[in-house]
Each structure stands twice: as structure tokens, then as C-alpha cells.
């Protein structure tokens, strides 16, 4: 169940076309769904862990880069005539 985080009224959900929000009948105020927005954050933070993780493991592996120079080209074969 969802409080105010202002005076600790339960809060009432409205829906219009943007979507759903809360309303605090007391504050007579929009208040913004706490909990939607700490599993938000959460997400994010698991996201960017994994992105790190697999950044350090990328630097483990030593992967050869392509090198600029390319490799001379063999001579010519002569025939003999």
C-alpha cells in the first residue's frame, strides 16, 4: 500500500491517458510512486554492474588487434620463356 510521504495518508491511484499516478487526498497533491522509482533505480544499478563486470573481463582477455601494417606482397613468379 502506497503512503505519502508527507503525512503518511494512503494514497489514491488515478489513471489519465499519460498513465497512472498517485494522489494524496490530504495534501490535495500529485505524488510521485516511490517504490516504482527505487525498483527503477535498482534496475539501473544491476544494469551498470553487469556492464562493469563484463568490462573487467574484457580486459582480461588479450585480443589481438588487427596490425596497420600489412604484410609485403610475395614477388612475382618469372617464367621462363
Known amino acids: 500500500m502506497n503512503t505519502c510521504?508527507?503525512?503518511?495518508t494512503t494514497l489514491l491511484r488515478h489513471a489519465r491517458?499519460?498513465?497512472v499516478y498517485l494522489?494524496?487526498?490530504?495534501?490535495?497533491q500529485?505524488?510521485?510512486?516511490?517504490?516504482?522509482v527505487l525498483?527503477?533505480?535498482r534496475e539501473t544499478l544491476a544494469n551498470?554492474?553487469?556492464r562493469?563486470?563484463?568490462?573487467?573481463?574484457?580486459?582480461?582477455?588479450d585480443i589481438p588487434?588487427?596490425?596497420?601494417?600489412?604484410?609485403?606482397?610475395p614477388e612475382p613468379v618469372k617464367l621462363a620463356s
Open 5 to 8: 510521504p508527507c503525512c503518511s
Open 17 to 19: 491517458h499519460s498513465g
Open 23 to 28: 494522489f494524496c487526498p490530504h495534501c490535495w
Open 30 to 36: 500529485e505524488m510521485p510512486d516511490l517504490s516504482a
Open 39 to 41: 525498483l527503477n533505480r
Open 48 to 50: 551498470e554492474a553487469s
Open 52 to 61: 562493469a563486470r563484463v568490462r573487467r573481463l574484457e580486459r582480461l582477455i
Open 65 to 73: 588487434k588487427p596490425s596497420a601494417q600489412k604484410a609485403p606482397l
